[in-house]
């Protein structure tokens, strides 16, 4: 039998013990790496039968096309079907899916990801479910409460359950409830520019990061830690990438958006007090902490203060600035990635670090080169540049695989 | 573990049969009524299987209306309304503290802006005078020949000046020819108000045949308003006759 996820723990915690075992005097060498390796049979047997991801990741698309299966023969059958069918239809959909991806994972246990799919298919049911309510009945008052309902609803049964799923769900709609509303909010200013949601966006990727840091150092919470890092990461990153472009004749400040600052500033420091408070933290945390919290400083003053209040002088350098910012950011991620052995922030870090190559190769070689020699050359950077990333990027994955599967 | 994820569930559920109980009883505490809707600007009018609507009270003339006072974007306002011998409400006034022992609906001002409104005389070629009230006028003086196109019920369609590079045809009414005798402008302020009524889902492919059909048909919404005035459609009406 392939050994589960438990049983990596189980034997991370054997080596540590072995190790005492050797010193006190109970075991011999020669017998610690028989035992050892009976385990490390059991890891290649399981490496063979194919990863458990690809059971989860099948499962996971099954439940989305279901859920929107369902809507889409709401909608098409709209006239044919009377309010209290539709109705039926949805409770009846949302109650089945809770209930036998429940039966399936913890009481019958036999299709444990199976059964995780379909509670989240019980809460994407749940979401949708609420936007066809509003629409069977007409409720049109303030649409950004739909996915902040949804998001706040699912939130609990995420940590409930420890689903990565569920909490990436409630992120994620929670995340649209925030475009939303300051998309709304910022509509009646008439001076809104586009880039004004930039600040905003990346002071929720860092808070979102952070509260995933605060998540790793509790053990009970670890577990659905990566969702947290992993999409508040990415939306600090792509922030910041756009912010390394030539936007400073713009307006990053916006009174419509004050509201939200407070809010998220005393989440993020709330989140980085917390981070703070176990014992044991992890290799390189002083450097990460700093480095979210300059960033959120930085971030902060450019959603205040700027160009409101910014010395005419420095307007035109703060693209400069943030471009050393943001390559200072990648360095600082791939060297985390290193020390931690956390193959997330390299591959994050190694894609944003090939974006911006690419954008900076458009900003300084456009003007420069005739057209045809522009393209040939970019190609062919473009393809040594992948080919030695790639490279890289497996040389370095691969020197931590055996500590990544044991995650 | 399963006491636990049974009353998150039915938290969910809760909540959904909240938002529908809470709905039904708007509907059924509250005060009905009946309001018109005016055009919509045509390359907006669909979001999905959505009805864009706007009403005669989405635009309020406010010197008309007798109001003084001006207002902010977002702001908050009650419309005070009355009803027409047809049983349709429109706007009597508009008030930022809440009305007592009237009948209103709230909204939010989108925008306040100043506006002309015009009154215009012309002579035809049978020296026939016709008084006119056309939306835009500007750029026309007294003197000018000008054909209108008119709809059946007299309303003005589009019209251009004689000697204009471009002369759009009359295809849905009938042409109006003559003389500008008197022109008069009156300056106004107009409110733009939004109720949160503005969307109304139907069936997919439903919605153009009610959009097509809006110019020829009277299209009407029945709303219920709770205490506070905020509105909610129970009911869309074309011609008298209730749309599913």
Same mark, same amino acid.
């Given at each position: 039998?392939?050994?589960?996820?438990?049983?990596?723990?189980?034997?991370?915690?054997?080596?540590?013990?072995?190790?005492?075992?050797?010193?006190?005097?109970?075991?011999?060498?020669?017998?610690?790496?028989?035992?050892?390796?009976?385990?490390?049979?059991?890891?290649?047997?399981?490496?063979?039968?194919?990863?458990?991801?690809?059971?989860?990741?099948?499962?996971?698309?099954?439940?989305?096309?279901?859920?929107?299966?369902?809507?889409?023969?709401?909608?098409?059958?709209?006239s044919?079907?009377?309010?209290?069918?539709?109705?039926?239809?949805?409770?009846?959909?949302?109650?089945?899916?809770?209930?036998?991806?429940?039966?399936?994972?913890?009481?019958?246990?036999?299709?444990?990801?199976?059964?995780?799919?379909?509670?989240?298919?019980?809460?994407?049911?749940?979401?949708?479910?609420?936007?066809?309510?509003?629409?069977?009945?007409h409720?049109?008052?303030?649409?950004?409460?739909?996915?902040?309902?949804?998001?706040?609803?699912?939130?609990?049964?995420?940590?409930?359950?420890?689903?990565?799923?569920?909490?990436?769900?409630?992120?994620?709609?929670?995340?649209?409830?925030?475009?939303?509303?300051?998309?709304?909010?910022?509509?009646?200013?008439?001076?809104?520019?586009?880039?004004?949601?930039?600040?905003?966006?990346?002071?929720?990727?860092?808070?979102?990061?952070?509260?995933?840091?605060?998540?790793?150092?509790?053990?009970?919470?670890?577990?659905?830690?990566?969702?947290?890092?992993?999409?508040?990461?990415?939306?600090?990153?792509?922030?910041?990438?756009?912010?390394?472009?030539?936007?400073?004749?713009?307006?990053?400040?916006?009174?419509?958006?004050?509201?939200?600052?407070?809010?998220?500033?005393?989440?993020?420091?709330?989140?980085?007090?917390?981070?703070?408070?176990?014992?044991?933290?992890?290799?390189?945390?002083?450097?990460?902490?700093?480095?979210?919290?300059?960033?959120?400083?930085?971030?902060?003053?450019?959603?205040?203060?700027?160009?409101?209040?910014?010395?005419?002088?420095?307007?035109?350098?703060?693209? !400069? %600035? /943030?471009?050393?910012?943001?390559? #200072?950011?990648?360095? &600082?991620? +791939?060297? *985390?990635?290193?020390? @931690? =052995?956390?193959?997330?922030?390299?591959?994050?870090?190694?894609?944003?670090?090939?974006?911006?190559?690419?954008?900076?190769?458009?900003?300084?070689?456009?003007?420069?080169?005739?057209?045809? !020699? %522009? /393209?040939?050359?970019?190609?062919? #950077?473009?393809?040594? &540049?992948? +080919?030695? *990333?790639?490279?890289? @990027? =497996?040389?370095?994955?691969?020197?931590?695989?055996?500590?990544?599967?044991?995650? | 573990?399963?006491?636990?994820?049974?009353?998150?569930?039915?938290?969910?559920?809760?909540?959904?049969?909240?938002?529908?109980?809470?709905?039904?009883?708007?509907?059924?505490?509250?005060?009905?009524?009946l309001?018109?809707?005016?055009?919509?600007?045509?390359?907006?009018?669909?979001?999905?299987?959505?009805?864009?609507?706007?009403?005669?009270?989405?635009?309020?003339?406010?010197?008309?209306?007798?109001?003084?006072?001006?207002?902010?974007?977002?702001?908050?306002?009650?419309?005070?309304?009355?009803?027409?011998?047809?049983?349709?409400?429109?706007?009597?006034?508009?008030?930022?503290?809440?009305?007592?022992?009237?009948?209103?609906?709230?909204?939010?001002?989108?925008?306040?802006?100043?506006?002309?409104?015009?009154?215009?005389?012309?002579?035809?070629?049978?020296?026939?005078?016709?008084?006119?009230?056309?939306?835009?006028?500007?750029?026309?003086?007294?003197?000018?020949?000008?054909?209108?196109?008119?709809?059946?019920?007299?309303?003005?369609?589009?019209?251009?000046?004689?000697?204009?590079?471009?002369?759009?045809?009359?295809?849905?009414?009938?042409?109006?020819?003559?003389?500008?005798?008197?022109?008069?402008?009156?300056?106004?302020?107009?409110?733009?108000?939004?109720?949160?009524?503005?969307?109304y889902?139907v069936?997919?492919?439903k919605?153009?045949?009610i959009?097509?059909?809006?110019?020829?048909?009277?299209l009407r919404v029945k709303?219920?308003?709770?205490?506070?005035?905020?509105?909610?459609i129970t009911a869309l009406l074309v011609d008298g006759k209730l749309v599913r």
């Amino acid at each position: 039998m392939p050994p589960r996820k438990e049983d990596f723990s189980f034997q991370r915690k054997l080596e540590q013990e072995i190790e005492l075992w050797l010193k006190e005097g109970i075991l011999l060498p020669d017998q610690k790496e028989r035992i050892l390796e009976r385990y490390r049979l059991l890891k290649r047997a399981d490496e063979k039968a194919g990863p458990g991801k690809l059971a989860t990741t099948i499962s996971i698309l099954g439940s989305i096309l279901v859920g929107v299966g369902v809507i889409l023969f709401i909608a098409s059958n709209w006239s044919a079907i009377p309010n209290w069918g539709r109705l039926f239809i949805v409770f009846f959909s949302m109650l089945a899916s809770y209930g036998l991806g429940f039966y399936l994972r913890y009481e019958a246990k036999n299709y444990p990801k199976v059964g995780a799919s379909l509670i989240l298919l019980g809460s994407l049911i749940f979401g949708t479910g609420m936007f066809l309510i509003a629409q069977i009945y007409h409720i049109t008052v303030h649409y950004p409460n739909g996915p902040l309902l949804w998001g706040l609803f699912v939130l609990p049964l995420a940590y409930l359950l420890r689903f990565k799923s569920l909490i990436s769900l409630a992120i994620l709609v929670l995340l649209i409830w925030l475009g939303m509303e300051a998309h709304l909010r910022t509509s009646h200013y008439s001076y809104l520019e586009t880039v004004t949601m930039v600040p905003l966006f990346f002071m929720a990727g860092v808070t979102l990061w952070g509260i995933g840091l605060m998540h790793r150092e509790w053990k009970s919470l670890r577990i659905i830690s990566t969702p947290y890092i992993l999409i508040g990461s990415l939306i600090t990153f792509f922030t910041g990438y756009i912010l390394t472009f030539n936007l400073y004749g713009l307006r990053f400040e916006s009174d419509a958006l004050l509201i939200y600052y407070p809010g998220i500033a005393v989440l993020f420091l709330v989140a980085m007090i917390i981070r703070c408070l176990p014992e044991g933290k992890e290799k390189g945390w002083i450097p990460e902490t700093l480095g979210l919290v300059i960033l959120m400083a930085i971030v902060i003053y450019l959603a205040l203060f700027f160009p409101k209040a910014s010395p005419m002088s420095l307007r035109g350098d703060l693209r !400069l %600035f /943030f471009n050393i910012l943001f390559a #200072l950011e990648i360095v &600082g991620l +791939i060297t *985390l990635g290193f020390i @931690r =052995r956390y193959p997330i922030y390299v591959n994050i870090g190694l894609l944003f670090f090939a974006l911006d190559v690419v954008a900076r190769y458009f900003d300084v070689f456009w003007g420069l080169l005739p057209r045809s !020699l %522009f /393209f040939i050359l970019g190609g062919l #950077l473009l393809l040594f &540049g992948g +080919i030695i *990333l790639e490279r890289k @990027r =497996r040389k370095i994955l691969a020197s931590f695989n055996i500590k990544e599967a044991d995650e | 573990m399963r006491k636990k994820f049974i009353l998150l569930v039915l938290l969910q559920v809760a909540l959904l049969v909240g938002i529908i109980a809470y709905r039904q009883y708007w509907v059924a505490t509250g005060d009905k009524v009946l309001l018109k809707t005016a055009p919509v600007d045509p390359r907006d009018i669909f979001r999905g299987d959505y009805i864009h609507l706007r009403y005669d009270i989405s635009t309020l003339d406010l010197n008309g209306l007798g109001v003084k006072e001006s207002f902010k974007s977002n702001e908050k306002v009650y419309v005070i309304l009355e009803k027409n011998p047809e049983g349709v409400f429109s706007a009597k006034s508009v008030s930022k503290e809440l009305p007592a022992g009237k009948k209103f609906i709230q909204g939010r001002v989108q925008h306040e802006m100043p506006s002309s409104r015009w009154e215009v005389v012309l002579k035809d070629d049978s020296e026939n005078l016709h008084e006119l009230k056309p939306q835009g006028f500007w750029n026309v003086k007294r003197g000018d020949r000008i054909t209108f196109c008119l709809d059946e019920r007299g309303n003005i369609l589009i019209f251009y000046k004689e000697g204009a590079d471009y002369k759009p045809k009359c295809r849905r009414g009938q042409s109006l020819s003559g003389i500008i005798e008197e022109i008069k402008e009156i300056k106004t302020r107009t409110l733009h108000v939004e109720y949160g009524i503005e969307s109304y889902f139907v069936e997919e492919g439903k919605g153009r045949a009610i959009e097509s059909s809006r110019d020829a048909r009277e299209l009407r919404v029945k709303v219920s308003l709770r205490k506070d005035g905020k509105g909610i459609i129970t009911a869309l009406l074309v011609d008298g006759k209730l749309v599913r």
